[in-house]
C-alpha cells in the first residue's frame, strides 16, 4: 500500500529564512506532486515532477524528486508570510490512478 | 481557464438524509474523481471514475455512497443516508490522461451534517 510522510507537520519561520519540507513515499510511484491549499479553499498545483533528479522552481518555492531514495523535497526561500498556507505533497502510479496525500505541512510565516 | 465546478459551495442536511454533490469536470477530461477533506486532516481518496463506470474505490466509499455521470457534463456524488462522521469538504477533481500530468481540483463542498 502506498504511504506518503510529510514532515514537519507544522512550520513556524520568520520572513527572510529559508527551510524544506520533506515528504517521503513507500513505494515505486510514477509522478509527485506539491500543492498548496489556503484555509477554506482548493487545492492549488505547485509543481509535478516525473523523474529522478527533476527539480523546478517557481518564484521562492524549489521542488525536487530522488526516486532512489523516494524522497522529494520543497525548498522555501527567504520566506514571505504570502507563503502562509499547507502544503500537501501527493503521488500517484499513473493516469487514472488515485493521488495518495501526506498529511501536509502548515506554514506560518512570521514578519 | 478551464475549471472543474462544484455546487453547492456549503451543505447542511440532518443526519439519515440524503445528500447529492454535484460537479462539472472539465470538458475533455476522462478521468474523474472524489477527495474528502475532514478539517483539519490530509486529503483522502473516496472513488475514481473512468469509463462510466468505478475504476478504484477506498475503504472509505462503503454502500452508502454512490457516483454517476448522467450526462456528458455532470458527476455527481450521493451520501444515502448520511452520518455526522460525513461531515468534511469534499473535492472533485479530473484529469485528461495522455500528456495531460493534473489532477484538477474543484473548489469543494463543505457537507455539514447535524
Known amino acids: 500500500e502506498l504511504k506518503v510522510e510529510q514532515n514537519p507537520l507544522f512550520l513556524s519561520m520568520q520572513e527572510g529564512k529559508n527551510y524544506t519540507i520533506y515528504c517521503n513515499y513507500s513505494t515505486t510511484s510514477d509522478r509527485l506532486y506539491w500543492y498548496r491549499q489556503d484555509p477554506g479553499k482548493s487545492l492549488e498545483s505547485l509543481f509535478v515532477?516525473?523523474?529522478?533528479?527533476a527539480v523546478k522552481q517557481e518564484g521562492r518555492l524549489m521542488a525536487s524528486l530522488d526516486t532512489k531514495a523516494r524522497l522529494s523535497t520543497l525548498h522555501i526561500t527567504a520566506a514571505v508570510h504570502d507563503l502562509s498556507a499547507t502544503y500537501f505533497c501527493a503521488v500517484d502510479k499513473g493516469y487514472g490512478n488515485k493521488l495518495v496525500f501526506g498529511a501536509g505541512t502548515i506554514l506560518r510565516v512570521k514578519s | 481557464e478551464p475549471e472543474v465546478t462544484q455546487t453547492p459551495s456549503h451543505q447542511v442536511t440532518q443526519m439519515g438524509q440524503e445528500v447529492i454533490l454535484r460537479c462539472v469536470p472539465i470538458?475533455?477530461?476522462?478521468?474523474f474523481y472524489w477527495y474528502r477533506q475532514i478539517l483539519g486532516q490530509k486529503v483522502e481518496f473516496l472513488v475514481s471514475f473512468y469509463n462510466n463506470e468505478i475504476s478504484e474505490k477506498s475503504e472509505i466509499f462503503d454502500d452508502q455512497f454512490s457516483v454517476e455521470r448522467p450526462d456528458g457534463s455532470n458527476f455527481t456524488l450521493k451520501i444515502r443516508s448520511t452520518k455526522l462522521e460525513d461531515s468534511a469538504m469534499y473535492f472533485c477533481?479530473?484529469?485528461?490522461?495522455?500528456?495531460?500530468?493534473?489532477?484538477?481540483f474543484g473548489a469543494g463542498t463543505r457537507l455539514s451534517v447535524l
Open positions: 515532477l516525473l523523474s529522478n533528479g
Open positions: 470538458s475533455n477530461h476522462l478521468y
Open positions: 477533481a479530473s484529469s485528461g490522461g495522455g500528456n495531460e500530468l493534473w489532477e484538477y
